[in-house]
């Protein structure tokens, strides 16, 4: 587990194309967006997990699902 938060402001700022102004509702609204994305491929691959009768949700149920959640994500 992580100690402190992430610096999504500098990732934002990193990747962004010129220079951009990222406020803090911003930086939370990308966080909030973030967990929520995590939050949904877990249930996923947990359902995953469980078709194939597992207890344990490994790499493979993730890796499984993370493209179908990834276009689902882009819309």
């Known amino acids: 587990?992580?100690?402190k938060p992430p610096k999504l402001k500098y990732t934002i700022k990193t990747?962004?194309?010129g220079n951009i102004n990222v406020r803090?509702?911003?930086e939370a609204m990308v966080e909030l967006l973030m967990l929520l994305f995590?939050?949904?491929l877990a249930e996923e691959a947990k359902a995953?997990?469980?078709e194939e009768k597992?207890?344990?949700i490994r790499s493979q149920h993730v890796r499984a699902v993370s493209k179908k959640m990834l276009k689902?994500?882009?819309g």
Do not use: D, H
Request: net charge positive.
């Open 15 to 17: 990747k962004a194309k």
């Open 48 to 50: 995953k997990a469980f």
């Open 72 to 74: 689902k994500a882009r």
């Open 38 to 40: 995590l939050n949904n």
């Open 24 to 26: 803090p509702t911003t």
């Open 1 to 3: 587990m992580l100690k």
């Open 54 to 56: 597992s207890a344990v």
